[in-house]
């Protein structure tokens, strides 16, 4: 089955504990990117990526780093968590930008 | 830069009525448009999408229509049900900005029996 698959659903962990969100697409797609969704903000882009070594800031990039070593890959890495990254996070993949992405279920992170 | 603005919800109808969601859009050249759909608890499904004007998405009784002249991809049912209650966002995309989706803030709808 297509799909993007992000792990973990959930997540609590404490202010300053380095965190990795996993994002593995299936798809042979080659952009990725990462969003947050926040109530009353919508969904804002942290980063995205349109080929294995290519990666660019979004809208929110400050305390986020991404990789793309591999096609298939696209984590997203918090280095020092505040409480202000609580939030949902989705990853999403595409073939060709202009097509339309494909999204995963989600990680909900609280930051305490 | 590029945006998406949507009308604010949220929507209240009564099954069967019909339905238009508002959007607009802002963009530096010649964007693919798009319609997400988020279901209670769940991720974003691309809905229906447009890559250039005149053309028209449609799915599962859901249409839009993508205008240059005005800007707009206007989403529209002609008789919602129950289990289209969601949040729906509008959104675009362009080359020139690595394909990333630029998403309006969404639309809450809940249709009534």
């Known amino acids: 089955e297509a799909q993007v698959t992000q792990n973990p659903r959930y997540l609590i962990t404490v202010t300053g504990k380095k965190l990795t969100v996993t994002c593995s697409q299936n798809m042979n797609h080659e952009y990725m990117s990462w969003y947050r969704q926040d109530p009353g903000l919508g969904l804002r882009q942290i980063y995205y990526s349109m080929n294995v070594e290519v990666t660019d800031k979004g809208d929110v990039p400050e305390g986020y780093k991404v990789s793309r070593k591999e096609k298939r890959n696209f984590p997203l890495i918090l280095e020092s968590p505040s409480p202000n990254q609580t939030s949902l996070y989705f990853c999403?993949?595409?073939?060709?930008?202009?097509?339309?992405?494909?999204f995963g279920s989600g990680t909900r992170l609280t930051v305490v | 830069g590029n945006s998406v603005t949507q009308m604010e919800g949220p929507v209240t109808l009564s099954e069967e009525a019909f339905l238009t969601i508002n959007c607009t859009y802002t963009?530096?050249?010649?964007?693919?448009l798009f319609w997400y759909v988020q279901y209670p608890g769940e991720g974003l499904q691309l809905l229906l999408k447009a890559t250039k004007a005149d053309d028209k998405g449609s799915n599962k009784g859901f249409e839009a229509t993508y205008r240059k002249e005005t800007t707009s991809f206007h989403l529209e049912k002609g008789s919602v049900q129950v289990s289209d209650s969601a949040v729906y966002f509008c959104a675009l995309s362009e080359k020139n900005s690595g394909y990333a989706l630029n998403f309006g803030k969404g639309t809450s709808l809940l249709v009534t029996p």
């Open positions: 999403a993949s595409s073939f060709l930008g202009s097509y339309g992405y494909t």
């Open positions: 963009a530096t050249g010649y964007p693919s």
